[in-house]
């Protein structure tokens, strides 16, 4: 089994509509988790931590459930400009795991 | 302002060269690290480096030697290419909040397009 493991999509959502997704993490020892975004034949970029207490920036929700150990993130009235790849990302020690990436695809 | 870069962006080679990859970063951050990315694995970490002078392997570390003289630059080499190697490669870097703290937050670099015929 993977250590972080996501839903690989893609996810087509219409444009204004509420999207959210899971990513799992087999390992209750991890400490820090992210979520970082992903645009095509681009390098991924930070688009937020994740707090034990769930946090929101803007239009995106991202929360953290250690019993099931899983974090969710979820984006309210999405853009177009949503549209990309959002990786889950672990953090064990000195270790940073990486998901392989959940598409989404915004439509018009 | 930098940040992270990584030469060439773009690289054809052939099978049995040697090459490396740049990485540098202007920010001093204490750990950096090597990834490649390919279709249907995600990122997978080459070697990461949390000082200078100080590296570790890996998940795939096989065919890949890296150094850090210093704390800005972290080359990556490929001894001898192979095409299983083409992919793109990116350097990221990774602040501390204190000393000897673990990585936190990374900044990647734009990535290198490394193709092996």
């Known amino acids: 089994r993977k250590e972080v493991e996501q839903d690989p999509g893609p996810f087509n959502v219409p444009e204004g509509a509420t999207v959210a997704f899971n990513c799992t993490y087999s390992?209750?020892?991890?400490?820090?988790f992210f979520w970082y975004r992903q645009d095509c034949r681009k390098e991924p970029k930070l688009l937020m931590s994740?707090?034990?207490s769930g946090n929101e920036d803007g239009r995106f929700t991202a929360q953290l459930n250690r019993a099931s150990q899983y974090i969710s993130l979820l984006i309210r009235d999405s853009k177009l400009s949503d549209s990309a790849t959002y990786l889950c990302?672990?953090?064990?020690?000195?270790?940073?795991?990486f998901g392989k990436g959940t598409r989404l695809h915004i439509l018009p | 302002d930098a940040g992270i870069t990584q030469s060439p962006r773009y690289k054809i080679t052939e099978t049995g060269r040697q090459v490396t990859l740049m990485c540098h970063q202007t920010?001093?951050?204490?750990?950096m690290f090597w990834y490649r990315q390919d279709l249907g694995h995600g990122l997978r970490l080459i070697y990461y480096?949390?000082?200078?002078?100080?590296?570790d392997k890996g998940e795939v570390p096989d065919g890949y030697v890296v150094s850090r003289s210093k704390t800005e630059n972290f080359p990556l080499t490929l001894e001898s290419a192979t095409r299983s190697q083409t992919s793109v490669y990116f350097c990221?870097?990774?602040?501390?909040?204190?000393?000897?703290?673990?990585?936190?937050?990374?900044?990647f670099g734009p990535g290198t397009r490394l193709t092996v015929l």
């Open positions: 990221a870097s990774s602040e501390n909040r204190e000393v000897a703290a673990p990585p936190d937050t990374q900044y």
């Open positions: 390992n209750s020892a991890s400490q820090s």
């Open positions: 994740v707090y034990s």
């Open positions: 990302v672990v953090r064990r020690d000195d270790k940073i795991i």
């Open positions: 920010w001093s951050h204490s750990y």
């Open positions: 480096s949390a000082a200078a002078d100080i590296t």
